[in-house]
């Protein structure tokens, strides 16, 4: 009974953990970044490089494919 359990709670784990989406999460996460490094003072402070929103990415990244 108790690996039937286990097995369950593995199997809700893993159902859940797909249907996150995992390149906007980390595409969005680069974005947070980059605006976080352009605000730090001093010289380490890096340009802030805009990238486009991701349904922007997502469309460009579209047209891409069907042109090759």
């Known amino acids: 009974m108790r690996f039937a359990a286990w097995l369950a709670f593995a199997a809700a784990l893993l159902g859940g953990c797909a ?19 352009a605000r730090r003072p001093g010289p ?15 469309a460009e990244r579209r047209r891409l494919q069907r042109a090759q």
């Open 19 to 37: 249907q996150i989406h995992w390149e906007r999460a980390f595409y969005d996460g680069m974005r947070t970044n980059a605006a976080q490094q």
């Open 44 to 58: 380490d402070a890096v340009p802030h490089a805009s990238l486009p929103e991701h349904a922007d990415y997502e």
